[in-house]
């Protein structure tokens, strides 16, 4: 370290700091890797959706990320932070779809070529916003890597990995009951179909029965379906419907006769015990059609509008219009038995936003049994660790129970199925059934020779290219032997089905090894009224307008400081000022200690020189410290890392350590002085460098105001401080605590006396483990004149006391304060206080007022009580060592 000369402002700016730092950091590099000697640390960023805007969410996942990719490169690795975005089909397809609505251009129309172009363009004037908006958090990923979905190479790998897995035998066609999404008209899977309790009503149907003047009754809760039923069943040991059984109905508004069958799927107890059958449009009801050949009967287009297969009047009309027309004719013809309130789960679209509709579709779909083997055995090894561990029982409950993945899209943005098949010429003898799957389009049928194919229309779900993003970020061989698996995941809980599972069951697939060793699962944001942080609700503030207020640190610390492992997080933007608060303090100790610096030579030969117990303490402390640091780091328990920076920084270094030293910085031994600050920068440069990670840019900015240094060097490339266990000083430590146990409790006496702070006091400490070394810093700190300590020390009269761990302590208050009117001021406070509790108890034996009003209410009056008692309990003992 050398002298420093240089102007320091007085309070810390961020907005003068952190796009300066951040540019020197992209413009030397110091965020890019290449494979070398050093050990890989590789974490794969979530790519967020190319077309979205930072929320809160991201910026919690993203500084997780961030620490850990800082700290691992300050620690020695060669850290490597892939960042890309996602190309999202449905929620891109859906935001262009809706601009081209808007300038009144219809995408079937222009046709799908055209309107890629379009999607292409949208994604390039609007995908590189998150990206932007990141970079403004700090995050220190290598740019030079940025990778999308829908790159060339990585498009290729998507579609190499569906061809292969056709060629096993793991992904076929078929016609199945699909989650469809009529907004999107798209089949979509069950992942994706979010669950909403919905009060609705239970209508009861009468079907006439053919040939009778009966009738049975049906109970459904969606009438409009009734349309495409053909069938009615019953349970084989219902007595009420065995004469039934064989016999048809005469369908109401259709007028076709379907059957009543006997099934043992029906519950008796449900409704009247006879149930509707409707193949085509309810997963149940197509299992019961298979079984007793049923006709399926599909009555919906693709947006969920009625179609050809209903009555004329019917037809062409959205789902729930048809509903309303229904109910009304069976109201009218004397066919309604009653209607009943209903409440009943809703699958909504989680995209659409609409209800699903199960819907008979072709399909292409991923066999999973086989894949999902490997990926539980790897969790359960402990190969692939979750934080928190609770997640495990949820991936083994669904992994375990895993059905085949619809990978099918009824889309145009994404990856288009590598699926041809042969139209044929005219001259053709051979029909070509089997189709033809390919990574390169294939320039004519190896069946029959034509060259008239045509390639699938869908394109594949979203997922089904991002499970293999861990290892096709990286482009050759050699990355990806080098970077892959990669260290950590660190995502949100919501996708552990979506994304993670699909990921280390494809990393174990196709890698033939894991794709990461630790999943770390985020907490879920929400404001202070616990509600989930969304855009709908308004309760999510901006975080490039809170990064703006407060500055990418302060909001970096808070939200990990508020975020617990596993446990939800409470925010609003001015939690922040917690954040701003912690980077002033750092700001203000080494503006301190360069102020410093100008007038006393920092001299590396004299670190350590002149050390006495207040140096032992703090570098026992630092290095107790960062042993914590790391193994809370090593455990993923980040929020108790940051508590612990916080409590060293602003308690110990910055409240005590600061303080003791001013003595000697103040004195007149130049060369003492020049060690003391000397080491206080060298330990307050080793703290910066623990806190970098969290706070990377106010610790860039105050390492270089410590000393000149070299055109890209940066504390993010600075070697990170090591554990030296030799200078951990257990003596020291416990010395320490009885310092600032009496400093404490005298500060406390001079508040609870009204004893000016610029009055000297005599002190008397009855003890046997205070030592003279203790004794002159607990004078400096505490204002005191005249200290006396010892095993036989006497409580005088009139005086203040304290008791601590180690000591009695005694302040003679004989001409400090005027006895007299002090005790009639504390007097009076009893007084009034005794009035206050007098009131409160009153109300609280109320039984009228304690059983009639809000529980938080009464809880508020009860710890009012409490906190009032214990005030009258210390009045009464001050006032009786005033006596």
């Excluded at 044929?424 to 004519?444: A, F, L, Q, R, Y």
């Amino acid at each position: 370290m050398t002298e420093t000369k240089r102007e320091i402002p007085k309070a810390y700016d961020p907005s003068k700091t952190e796009d300066k730092w951040y540019k020197y950091w992209l413009d030397n590099g110091l965020f890019h890797s290449e494979p070398n000697d050093k050990p890989p640390f590789t974490i794969a960023i979530p790519p967020p959706n190319v077309t979205g805007m930072l929320t809160m969410g991201h910026i919690l996942n993203n500084t997780i990320q961030d620490v850990y990719i800082r700290l691992k490169r300050m620690q020695g690795f060669n850290s490597c932070w892939v960042p890309g975005t996602d190309h999202a089909s449905i929620a891109t397809e859906t935001k262009v779809t809706k601009f081209l609505e808007e300038k009144k251009i219809d995408k079937y129309k222009i046709g799908r070529e055209e309107f890629l172009k379009h999607c292409w363009k949208w994604t390039e004037q609007y995908g590189g916003i998150i990206i932007q908006q990141l970079k403004k958090l700090g995050v220190s990923c290598d740019w030079r890597r940025e990778r999308f979905t829908m790159d060339d190479d990585y498009y290729r790998e998507v579609i190499k990995a569906f061809v292969d897995l056709y060629k096993e035998g793991k992904i076929y066609r078929g016609y199945r009951m699909v989650n469809w999404d009529p907004a999107n008209k798209s089949a979509i899977s069950d992942e994706e179909v979010l669950y909403r309790t919905v009060n609705g009503k239970l209508w009861n149907f009468r079907y006439p029965v053919v040939g009778t003047d009966k009738y049975i009754v049906v109970a459904t809760t969606r009438p409009e379906t009734m349309l495409g039923d053909t069938g009615v069943a019953v349970n084989p040991n219902d007595e009420r419907y065995k004469d039934l059984i064989g016999k048809k109905v005469k369908l109401p508004i259709v007028g076709r006769e379907i059957p009543i069958f006997a099934d043992e799927y029906v519950d008796m107890e449900f409704g009247t015990g006879a149930v509707k059958v409707t193949p085509a449009h309810d997963v149940n009801d197509y299992d019961m059609g298979q079984r007793h050949k049923l006709e399926i009967v599909n009555i919906f287009n693709p947006d969920a509008t009625t179609n050809k297969n209903v009555p004329d009047w019917l037809q062409g009309i959205d789902r729930f219009e048809a509903r309303k027309k229904v109910v009304e004719w069976f109201e009218k013809n004397g066919l309604m038995e009653k209607i009943e309130d209903y409440q009943n789960k809703v699958g909504y679209s989680e995209r659409g936003a609409v209800p699903i509709e199960p819907y008979l579709s072709e399909q292409w779909f991923m066999k999973m049994t086989e894949l999902a083997k490997p990926a539980l055995d790897v969790v359960r090894e402990g190969k692939v660790k979750f934080y928190p561990a609770h997640w495990e029982k949820t991936y083994f409950h669904w992994m375990e129970n895993i059905s085949d993945w619809c990978i099918s899209r009824q889309l145009w943005w994404g990856h288009r199925i590598p699926v041809w098949y042969c139209i044929g010429d005219d001259h053709c003898k051979i029909e070509c059934k089997e189709p033809i799957v390919s990574v390169d389009p294939p320039e004519k049928c190896p069946h029959c020779g034509s060259k008239n194919l045509k390639q699938d229309e869908d394109v594949l779900d979203t997922w089904a290219s991002s499970w293999i993003w861990a290892h096709a970020i990286f482009r050759t061989e050699e990355e990806r032997k080098y970077y892959y698996p990669t260290s950590i995941l660190v995502t949100a809980p919501d996708i552990i089905f979506f994304w993670v599972a699909r990921m280390i069951m494809s990393g174990m697939h196709f890698m033939k090894d894991i794709p990461f060793s630790h999943v770390y699962f985020t907490s879920v944001i929400r404001d202070l009224q616990g509600r989930k942080m969304s855009k709908s609700l308004g309760n999510s503030p901006d975080p490039l307008d809170v990064i703006k207020e407060y500055g990418a640190d302060a909001l970096r610390f808070t939200v990990l400081y508020l975020a617990p492992l596993g446990q939800d997080v409470l925010f609003s933007a001015d939690k922040c000022d917690f954040g701003r608060n912690f980077a002033n303090k750092i700001w203000n100790a080494g503006r301190f200690l360069l102020m410093n610096a100008e007038n006393i030579k920092v001299d590396d030969k004299l670190k350590d020189s002149y050390i006495d117990f207040a140096d032992e303490w703090i570098i026992s402390r630092f290095n107790e410290t960062l042993a914590e640091f790391n193994n809370a780091m090593d455990s993923f328990e980040i929020n108790n890392a940051t508590k612990i920076i916080y409590s060293f920084v602003w308690n110990d270094f910055c409240d005590w350590y600061v303080e003791m030293i001013k003595n000697r910085l103040y004195g007149e031994d130049e060369e003492i002085k020049s060690a003391v600050l000397t080491r206080a920068l060298s330990i307050f440069e080793n703290m910066l460098k623990m806190v970098h990670p969290f706070m990377p840019f106010v610790t860039e900015e105050i390492y270089q105001l410590i000393q000149e240094r070299k055109e890209g060097e940066s504390i993010s490339t600075s070697e990170f401080p090591k554990v030296k266990k030799e200078l951990i000083n257990p003596q020291a430590d416990k010395e320490m605590e009885i310092v600032e146990g009496i400093v404490t409790a005298l500060r406390n006496i001079r508040g609870e006396m009204n004893i000016p702070p610029s009055k000297k006091i005599t002190v008397l400490l009855k003890s046997s483990e205070v030592k003279e070394r203790q004794i002159d810093y607990i004078k400096k700190l505490a204002k005191v004149e005249d200290l006396k300590a010892g095993e036989n020390i006497t409580k005088p009269k009139a005086s203040a006391s304290a008791i601590i761990k180690s000591a009695e302590i005694y302040v003679p208050l004989e001409g400090l304060i005027d006895l007299d009117v002090e005790r009639q001021r504390l007097q009076k406070e009893i007084t009034r206080l005794e009035g206050s509790l007098a009131g409160i108890e009153k109300k609280l034996s109320n039984e009228k007022f304690v059983s009639g009003a809000p529980a938080e209410v009464v809880e508020k009056e009860r710890t009012k009580r409490r906190d009032w008692q214990e005030n009258l309990g210390k009045l009464k003992e001050i006032l009786n060592s005033l006596s």
